[in-house]
């Protein structure tokens, strides 16, 4: 007897719309996305994901914070990086360069809340009573509503996203797009490629309250952000992302 994977998604089932990509040259890179943002994603709403503009690891993040990051008034996107100007040093006065962790015709692959397929084993010779749950081989995904088994501990947990093997993905994103921008700044049609839920394309929702009433995209939007960053008022700057789904790639291994 198997888990209830009536609505399990299997890796190839994304065929009919999806696009075909010449990946030659470009990089596999992990990002991980929570389960509402994978759902958008599935159901073809979220186009764009926002990523706080941070030091680079190594030297740079001993002299720049985030402090004098959020300080900076102008900077461009140059070199697949951000050269950030000095907000006090005159005019074009080079303050320094963030590298963006995804560049233009990167492939992400999404990492996702999971667990793997399991079925009920008897014992031969034995009663059901003495069976038990092994691993099929499979993966299942926590945004397709799946019920796991409660019989043991090994299988009726979900495993977090940034734990998922490659193996499992089953979700591939191509950058198009990255530019950088203040938070705050995210326009109507932006909050609504980040894929919040709308009723009636009139009410948005409110992902802190869990109800809907926001009239405006922006305003559901800075929800979301404030159910997983609770940074908002910081206003900091972003790194905007946009991407296509895309087939798994032939040789992503």
Same mark, same amino acid.
């Given at each position: 007897?198997?888990?209830?994977?009536?609505?399990?998604?299997?890796?190839?089932?994304?065929?009919?719309? =999806?696009?075909?990509?010449?990946?030659?040259?470009? @990089?596999?890179?992990?990002?991980?996305?929570?389960?509402?943002?994978?759902?958008?994603?599935?159901?073809?709403?979220?186009?764009?994901?926002? @990523?706080?503009?941070?030091?680079?690891?190594?030297?740079? =993040?001993?002299?720049?914070?985030?402090?004098?990051?959020?300080?900076?008034?102008?900077?461009?996107?140059?070199?697949?990086?951000?050269?950030?100007?000095?907000?006090?040093?005159?005019?074009?006065?080079?303050?320094?360069?963030?590298?963006?962790?995804?560049?233009?015709?990167?492939?992400?692959?999404?990492?996702?809340?999971?667990?793997?397929?399991?079925?009920?084993?008897?014992?031969?010779?034995?009663?059901? =009573?003495?069976?038990?749950?092994?691993?099929?081989?499979?993966?299942?995904?926590?945004?397709?509503?799946?019920?796991?088994?409660?019989?043991?501990?090994?299988?009726?947990?979900?495993?977090?996203?940034?734990?998922?093997?490659?193996?499992?993905?089953?979700?591939?994103?191509?950058?198009?797009?990255? @530019?950088?921008?203040?938070?705050?700044?995210?326009?109507?049609?932006?909050?609504?490629?980040?894929?919040?839920? =709308?009723?009636?394309?009139?009410?948005?929702?409110?992902?802190?309250?869990?109800?809907?009433?926001?009239?405006?995209?922006?305003?559901?939007?800075?929800?979301?952000?404030?159910?997983?960053?609770?940074?908002?008022?910081?206003?900091?700057?972003?790194?905007?992302?946009?991407?296509?789904?895309?087939?798994?790639?032939?040789?992503?291994?």
């Amino acid at each position: 007897t198997k888990m209830d994977t009536k609505n399990k998604t299997s890796k190839d089932d994304f065929n009919a719309t =999806s696009h075909k990509t010449d990946v030659i040259g470009s @990089r596999f890179k992990p990002i991980l996305f929570s389960t509402p943002m994978v759902q958008a994603i599935l159901d073809g709403r979220k186009s764009q994901t926002r @990523r706080i503009v941070k030091p680079m690891r190594g030297m740079q =993040s001993e002299w720049l914070s985030m402090d004098l990051i959020n300080k900076v008034k102008e900077g461009q996107i140059v070199k697949g990086g951000w050269q950030m100007f000095h907000p006090n040093g005159g005019e074009k006065s080079p303050l320094g360069w963030i590298k963006s962790n995804y560049q233009i015709g990167d492939i992400l692959w999404v990492r996702e809340t999971w667990q793997q397929e399991c079925e009920l084993i008897q014992i031969a010779g034995g009663d059901w =009573s003495n069976a038990y749950l092994n691993a099929t081989g499979n993966y299942v995904y926590k945004s397709d509503n799946i019920i796991l088994p409660s019989e043991t501990e090994t299988f009726s947990k979900w495993k977090p996203s940034i734990f998922m093997p490659k193996e499992a993905c089953r979700i591939f994103l191509k950058v198009t797009n990255v @530019r950088v921008e203040r938070l705050n700044d995210i326009s109507e049609g932006d909050a609504i490629s980040e894929g919040i839920i =709308s009723k009636n394309e009139k009410l948005f929702f409110d992902y802190e309250n869990k109800t809907f009433h926001y009239l405006s995209p922006q305003n559901s939007f800075k929800s979301l952000w404030n159910s997983i960053n609770k940074n908002w008022e910081e206003n900091p700057f972003v790194w905007v992302y946009t991407f296509e789904r895309i087939e798994r790639p032939h040789d992503f291994r």
